[in-house]
């Protein structure tokens, strides 16, 4: 049998420190939740490699660099409250859990929320909702922050106008080769952009551009 702390160490010293991932609780957090529980049987020997999972329903779990370093440029505090836009089965809002005052994890495949429910069972501090990524959730708005796990390609201004005043949201912008993890940051009415590294992720239900008509 894999020995998942050993490989859980490794991930975090070789994929995420060495990304610049230097936020200490964040790091922490990524050594106390075990990834393997939140990816299918027949993956979890894959858990710490430098993959993003298939996780079912066409979806995937971000790399772990790339999750570690979209959370980092949230800049959490601990009295804050997360919208965690395509939760999946719940590892992204496992480690938020850790990092803030409470966490509204979305995700509208009803196989994956019931997975999220299961896996984040215990959390307090975690409420997984089900409904359409795109429309967010609004009845818990406003949130000083919000992740999207995946890429969207187009700006999520249904998302931005659930943030609260100087909050943030970080998603991967675009496909390809030119896909951009980016953040986004409210200053009253206005929407700031501000690209940050270069990532890629599965685009999201709700969020890729309606096909153009050809003649």
Not at 85 to 112: D, F, H, I
Not at 185 to 197: M, N, V, W
């Amino acid at each position: 049998m894999a020995d998942f702390a050993t490989l859980r160490r490794s991930m975090v010293d070789g994929q995420v420190r060495t990304a610049d991932v230097t936020d200490r609780p964040l790091i922490q957090a990524m050594l106390d939740v075990p990834r393997e529980r939140f990816v299918p049987a027949d993956q979890r020997e894959l858990s710490y490699l430098d993959l993003g999972l298939v996780v079912g329903e066409g979806r995937r779990l971000l790399k772990p660099m790339v999750l570690a370093k979209m959370i980092q440029a949230l800049e959490l505090a601990v009295d804050q409250r997360v919208l965690d836009v395509g939760c999946t089965t719940g590892y992204a809002a496992a480690l938020l859990s850790r990092l803030c005052n409470s966490v509204v994890a979305l995700e509208e495949q009803p196989a994956l929320a019931s997975q999220a429910r299961a896996n984040l069972s215990g959390i307090g501090n975690v409420e997984v909702i089900e409904g359409a990524l795109a429309a967010g959730h609004v009845a818990g708005a406003p949130y000083d922050a919000i992740l999207v796990e995946g890429a969207v390609e187009f700006q999520p201004d249904s998302l931005c106008r659930q943030l609260s005043e100087g909050g943030r949201l970080v998603c991967i912008l675009g496909v390809g080769p030119a896909a951009k993890a980016t953040l986004y940051r409210r200053d009253g009415a206005d929407i700031s952009r501000h690209a940050i590294f270069d990532a890629a992720g599965v685009v999201l239900p709700g969020f890729a551009k309606p096909a153009a008509f050809a003649f």
